[in-house]
Structure formats: structure tokens, C-alpha cells
């Protein structure tokens, strides 16, 4: 404690709570977080802020703190006896060939492939599938311990150049280079400040659009508001400063810009977002001889009203994939002749399923649908006509089906979660799909098995729920059990192989998926049922599942965790000071934990869309009413719980998990621990480096069995 108290004078108040962790031999100290007297005025209430100086991630007491909780947090963790056994299962499961799903441009293939243990998966590239893959980029070599992350890669039209982005640390700020394939040397042009967009080339190869923002004040890059997303136009061989000013709008701050070309070279489609809601208006900006010289984008809709996204741009006519009069999705058709709304085409209507993706290769539709959760795919014809469905392995998840109108194949990856991912070739003609690449790895899959059941929630909605475990599993309430969830921002959660779920698995644990409302399992209605005025249904859905696995015998309270990241750490945090008692662990990650304040920083402001605000009268009683930081009980008796975030995340700022671990450690919430895992040189998730995932999740899982007393052979 005096080495602590040496350390952080400014951070600590000199003294330390000492308390028996439930169940552990360990006693834990915490320090004592100083506290100032910070008062907001929301709508006539005051609302207390004693640890709004956590919110400034630059300062020495900032530092400080976090060097003193991982002080106590490392401990802790180094002392449990199921640490080692964990990152040494965790490391084994993890050593496997991973392949990216390939796709093609210019006469050249390109993927994605890890031997195991790589920080950073390494592009290759090819002449045809038959021929020896070549090394396109390697971002291995671009830092010493990985931090240094790909966000994107985009080859020229000749597949002679390769546009793509890194990231610094995990931050979602991009500086974007050039390749020449051929030498293996970057070209001089350097563009940065560059975030939420990837680069798209006019068909002569000599240059691309991308989006970006002013470069921040001194001091603000990882906290600082992003408003006001400029698209550019960058020709090779020229500064930054020279960049052509595509579309920007001073009125609307809020606006942000995606541009994609399409398949026929004709045109750039720009997609206009506002916030991070699926509404979006969308443009069209003819190219010149496949070059861009200027000109101004043509508006296609910009109400706002629905999701519209481009599939394929062919014989003058454009097809998007809406939700418009169509919650669960539809196919329609746009002459470019008349392209008012009024004369758009219902190509393939909506139907029971969701559609959540589409695209055209090979003169076919390829349209991916969710039925209760698992992935659908359906080949119909130009004129609508159903062709049939691509067979998959089994309930599981499939993505990619990239490509273009032109071509004649297309790959996808197919994964469920006692299964890796394989790769596969797909001919749309035929429906005809061929294995292309298939992982081996340490996981005994065919020892396991996936279930698919439903919840019923509070108001008697239908949840569905994934559980997979090892075969012959006795039902008889005694199994440490792992419920995950994430329920927002129309993002659907789908049954996909993960090593987290497969170590877990091998633990011994039985590993739970659901499909909470917010997400986009069932369309535009199931997402909107968990936002805003009514998120309290993804609480009650989650809960819903905790209870029905508790009531089915699968767990019981003593030996049920749960664990979410981002909008799924809200969820944890919210669920856990609503339910303590339903949990023996629980672990939040980079979660938005101040409802009241998160969209005063970076990019907090577009979840809006999703949550609300606290500057509304009404949307702040509820926000109040579920906000992890304002919600905590003194008294009640909470789980063993592990904040986790990171002090480079710049998508939901660390000053979330700061705020709501000090005022968990200060308030009485029972003997289980209540630590904080700060990575360094880390961000929201993406990007991060193979031995940084290790170690965190390793040591999640390890924090958890240790609070179930879970013995590990």
C-alpha cells in the first residue's frame, strides 16, 4: 500500500478499503479514488459528477489512476490459480491457420491468411486460386509488438496498386498509403485524419475518394468531438492539400460521407449517414471516362427515411437494398431515366426473413436473410424469380458473396460456434459451392454441440438463445454457464466460431448467445423495440435468458456470468445493478457506462439514434433510469465483476469504465471484487494485436472460473 500511496498522492486519499473476496482466499485493496464536487442541472434535477476528472485522459492524476488499478487488478489476477491453465488453453486454441475470405480485382486475388500466431493478418495475393500466393502487404513489419493494425485494403482497378489504411494503437484515426505491388514499396502519398470510411478508385486507377475530418486540437485526438466529414477526391502523386472537396455541408454537422463506385464505372454512389442509425440518404455523382473531373452529386433520396444500399449498377438501372415500407427488407430497382422514388421497381418483395445483405454477382442476385438468427441465402434471377437457396453446413452464420455483376464466382465463409470458419467458392449460375480453405485447429468440434432454443421475455416476445456444449450434457442446474449478448444499433448476433466460446467450451462451460431485440435479427421493427424510450426491453430480454437457463437447469445464479462489449458492456452494467442477484460474474467491456454524457465525446454523438439524449426531458428519466455510472445500489449484494477497456479507445472513450469502476469500488456492493483491466496501447477492439487478445481474454476467462470456483485440471 505505501508503494501505491508513494506512486498516485494525487489520485489516492491515503487510505484503502480491505476486503475478503467471497469464496477466495485473497484479501483486495482498492484506492480510494478523490472525489470533486461536480453538479449537473438536467431538466431541474441535480445529478452528481464526483469523478468528472477521470474524463481527461491526459493528466498526470488520470495516469496515475490507471497505473494504480492495474497495480491491484494484476495482483488479484496474478494470484488466482486458474491463470496459467487459461492463457496456456486459451494460446493452444488459438494457434490455427485463419484465412480471410478472398475476393477479386484487376486479374488478381486477394485474402487475408494468419499462421496462427501472427500479431496481424498478413494479404496475400494471387494470379488464380491454383497459383503460389505472393505476400501483398504484411503489417507485421510496420511495428514491433503489432499495435499497428490494417483498417482496409483496396486494390486499383489494374491490380497494380493497393490503397489501405492502418491505425496507430487501436484509435480509430487511419492513415492511408499506397502500395505498388509489383516492388513491394509505398508510394509517397500520405493521407490522414481519416475515420468511419475506406478508400474507393475511379476506374482509371489514378485516384480515390475517401472521408475525413479536420485534424483535432492539440490534446483532443482521442476525446475530442467528430462533427463535419468532408469526401475527397485524391489524385496519385499529389499532397494531401491538394485534394479535391467532393461534398462537405456546414449546415449539417452531423453528416458523414461513404462513396462507392459502381460495377460499371459510371458513377459514384455516396452514401449520406447521420449518426450511427441505418438511415440514410443516398447520391450519385456520374464519373467522366472513368475519372472523376469534377461535378456535383445528384440526389437520389435524401429523406432519411429508410436504409437504401447500392447492390449493383447495371444496363442503367440501380438496385438497392431498402427497408422502406419494408421493415425486414426488399430488392428494388432504379432507372436511372427516372430515378424519382415514385418510379422505383419492387424487384424482390419483403419476406418472412430478414434481409440483412445483398449483392450481384454473375448475373444473380445473392440476398442474405436471418431466420431466427442463423444465415439464409437465396439466388434470384434479375427479374426476380427465385432460384433457391445456397446450401450451408447447418444453424450457423455465412458472410462475404462480394463481387460484381460481371463475374462468375464469388466466396463466402460459413462458421457456427463449436465450428471455425471454412471458406468456400461459389458459383451463383449453379448454386454450386466447392470448400476453398478449411481451419485445423485443437478444438475437438465434433465433441460439441449448438442448440438452438426461445426465451420469453417480460412482454411475452420471443427471444431466441444459442447454447452449445459438450455432448450428453446433464441438466441438473450444476454447470459454470457464460451468457453473452450485445442487443443494439441493428447489429444482429449470429452463432460464429470464436476462440473466447470454443476455451471456454474446453473449461468446461456451457457458452450462451442471444439474440436480443435492438439488434437486427428480425428487421427494421426488432431493432427499433430495443432503442430509446424502450431499451429497457433489451435489459429485460437479456434477464429473460439468465432466467430461463436458471429454470432449464443448464446453470444456476452461483455459476452464471455474463459478458458484453461496447453497447453490450452497457448491457452488462445496466443488467447487473437491475439484477445483481441472478449473476455470480459478470465482465463489461469498453462499455458506455454514462448515459447521461456519452455523446460528448468523439463519436458519442451518433448513437443518439439509439439512445436518445439526456439534453431531452423525457429521454433523460430514462437514460437516468438504466445508466450503468447511475444506478449503482449501496447495499445490494453484486457479483465479482471485471470492468475491462482500454486507454487508446477512442470509439467509447475509457473515462466510461473509469468513472463507473471508481464509483463501483466506493460504494458498498458486497465482498466480491470489483477490479479494472486498463490495457495499454489498445483501443475499442479492432485491430488489436494476437497477444493483447490473448492475454485479455485469457484473463477473462480465468476471472470468471475464479469467481464460479471453477477448478481447472
Known sequence: MKLLTRTVPAVLAGTFALLATAGHSQTLSYPQTRKVDQVDIYHGQRIADPYRWLEDDNSADTKAWVQAQ???TERFLAAMPQ??????????LFNFEKFGVPFKEGGRYFWTRNDGLQQQDVVYTATSLTATPTVALDPNTLSKDGTVALTGTVPSPDGKLLAYGVAMGGSDWQRWQ?????????????????????AA???????FF???????????????ANFFQKLYYHRLGTPQSEDLLVMENKAEKQWGFGAQVADDGSAVLINVWRGSGRRNGLMLLPLQKGTYAGGTPVPLTMDFDAEYVPVTLADNTLYLRTNK???????VAVDLARPAPAQWRT????????MTAASGVAGRFLLQYLRHASTVVRVFDPAGKDLGEVALPGVGTARGFGGRWRDSETFFSYASLNSPGEIYRLEPASRQASLFKKPSTAFPSDEFVTERHFVTSRDGTRVPVFIAHRKGLKLDGSHPTLLYAYGGFNVPQTPSYGVTAATWMRMGGVYVLASLRGGGEYGAAWHEAGTKLKKQN?????????????????????KLAINGGSNGGLLVGAVVNQRPELFGAAVPAVGVMDMLRFHKFTIGWAWISDYGSADDAQQFGALRAYSPLHTLRAGASYPAILVTTADRDDRVVPAHSFKYTAALQAVDTGPAPKLIRIETQAGHGAGKPTSKIIEERSDMLAFIAHSLGMTLR
Open 538 to 558: 433489451v435489459f429485460d430480454d437479456f434477464i429473460a435468458a439468465a432466467e430461463w437457463l436458471i429454470a432449464n437447469k443448464y446453470t444456476q445464479p452461483a
Open 201 to 207: 478508385w475511379t476506374p482509371d486507377s489514378k485516384g
Open 178 to 198: 499506397v502500395r505498388d505491388l509489383a516492388t513491394g514499396q509505398d508510394l509517397p502519398d500520405r493521407i490522414e485524419w481519416v475515420k468511419f470510411s475506406r
Open 70 to 72: 492495474n497495480a491491484v
Open 83 to 92: 491463470r496459467a491453465p487459461v492463457r496456456k488453453l486459451y494460446t493452444e
Open 325 to 331: 415500407d419494408a421493415p425486414r427488407g426488399r430488392l
Open 347 to 354: 424487384v424482390v418483395p419483403e419476406g418472412a426473413d430478414a
Open 210 to 224: 475517401y472521408a475525413r475530418y479536420d485534424a483535432p486540437k492539440p490534446g483532443e485526438a482521442l476525446t475530442g
